[in-house]
């Protein structure tokens, strides 16, 4: 069991790198639980032989590296245990997204919130569902039943993708349970919602007939006037224009309060206050002042310029983390692990306790003082007198702060980052060269 392959995963595109305007997210609603709706996966009516009724097709995993998956079937029409707890579960949560919607509409903040929160719970529990029938350790642990629901799940995607592209749209990017699609050119916003609407509504209705089954719903969630891809899955940034919840949002909104970001530094809990700050102006740079190439590029040099010289707040620096188990446990001691070695050995002196299992701490990067150094400057501290006697490393700091975090956005648009590493390098347009 330990060898076993991982059951296939969700369905994910390769993201369409670059800057991108009036882009249509259309999510299927609940996805997974719906393949358990819409196919009747579940454990009562799986039979490995082609039933004479109505059925779904699923597969097997294969179980090592080489061998191919076994096919499945789901007797379709009969009562089934998982789902019956789905349905539930699903009906629940439409009931608190509409209670949010006339809360939201009544303007009661409280109450809108707090029936989001409410059917952001049920979400989680009813999404849970995946993953306890595709564990090992659990009774409700099943390959042929998680492998089933994923297949399902690819299967919608990829119908989803070539029929937008069908229609003559380009799809941008894919991942799990939606699709992004870029919206035509010269359309009014008013234009873009119908379209957007409209595709959505026809995915919706093709699948429904193809299944049988009103579960499966492809709904539009947003619209996002501008759109920043990486060329790595689970990497964008974008504006909100519209959304289903609150309709159209006004140009007026700074871009910190219409934000969809993913997978860039300014969402990890563990990095330092002006590398989400400096992302953050990035987008604001690009999204709403509309800044060109080169007055980015200033900025940033500038910036990057004064942290390594040591002309900024310190404190803006100094990253946090939490040690989830005992150092002794890692493999490999990575960055501010070897910190926490480095502060027990020399730190934890005197009365001071040592880090322990459960605890926050700060860390940076320095490069002399009265103690051994772990490789790579990295030490950590409760508070900054305990490393009062050390010579930070503004070098290093800032490129791990700022140089790494702004390159991974110049990267997307094309823009060079070398000048990013050597701040006094001359930034040149090709009019530069232009003799008139």
């Known amino acids: 069991m330990e060898d076993m392959e991982k059951i296939p995963g969700a369905w994910v595109l390769i993201p369409e790198k670059g800057l991108w305007e009036w882009v249509y997210l259309i999510d299927f609603k609940s996805l997974y639980p719906s393949a358990v709706m819409t196919a ?10 082609k039933p004479d009724c109505d059925y779904f097709e699923g597969e097997y995993p294969p179980e090592k590296e080489g061998e191919e998956a076994v096919p499945v079937y789901f007797r379709k029409g009969e009562k089934n245990a998982l789902r019956e707890i789905v349905g539930e579960l699903l009906e629940s949560r439409a009931e608190y997204k ?63 993708k070539q029929y937008a592209e069908g229609e003559g749209y380009t799809v941008l990017y894919g991942d799990t349970d939606s699709i992004y699609v870029k919206g035509p050119e010269n359309f009014t916003p008013e234009q ?9 509504d026809e995915i919706t209705m093709l699948l429904q007939l193809e299944h049988n089954s009103e579960y499966i719903v492809a709904e539009l969630e947003m619209i996002l006037d501008k759109m920043m891809f990486a060329d790595v899955k689970k990497k964008y940034a974008g504006r909100k224009k519209w959304t289903d919840k ?37 987008f604001t740079l690009i999204f709403d002042e509309n800044k060109s190439e080169q007055e980015v590029y200033a900025h940033y040099t500038k910036i990057i310029d004064d942290a390594r010289n040591g002309r900024l707040e310190v404190e803006q620096f100094y990253r946090r983390t939490r040690l989830t188990k005992p150092v002794e446990n890692y493999k490999v001691l990575a960055s501010d692990k070897k910190g926490v070695v480095w502060f027990n050995e020399h730190v934890a002196i005197d009365g001071e306790p040592p880090i322990g299992v459960g605890e926050y701490y700060r860390f940076t990067r ?28 503004w070098q ?3 490129d791990t702060t700022l140089v790494m975090p702004i390159r991974n956005l110049f990267k997307p648009l094309g823009w060079d980052t070398d000048i ?6 001359k930034f040149y347009r090709i009019e530069d060269f232009v003799v008139v």
């Open 366 to 393: 320095v490069k002399n003082g009265p103690t051994a150094i772990p490789e790579g400057g990295y030490v950590v501290f409760r508070d900054p007198s305990q490393i009062a006697d050390y010579q930070l490393d």
């Open 420 to 425: 990013l590493k050597n701040p006094k390098r």
């Open 396 to 398: 290093l700091i800032a």
């Open 98 to 160: 509409r209670l949010q919607k006339e809360a939201i509409a009544a303007g009661d903040d409280a109450l809108a919130k707090r029936y989001g929160m409410d059917e952001l719970n049920t979400k989680i529990i009813v999404n849970s569902v995946y993953g306890a029938t595709a564990s090992k350790v659990n009774g409700w642990g099943n390959r042929a039943v998680g492998g089933s629901i994923t297949k399902f799940g690819r299967e919608a995607l990829e119908f989803a």
């Open 40 to 49: 009747d996966i579940g454990y009562e009516n799986m039979q490995w032989e």
């Open 246 to 282: 609150h309709g159209w949002l006004d140009d007026e909104v700074p871009f910190s309060e219409r934000q969809k970001i993913m997978g860039y530094e300014y969402r990890r809990g563990n990095s330092a206050p002006i590398t989400k700050q400096e992302q953050m102006k990035f």
């Open 192 to 200: 873009h919602l119908e379209a957007a609407t409209k595709l959505a």
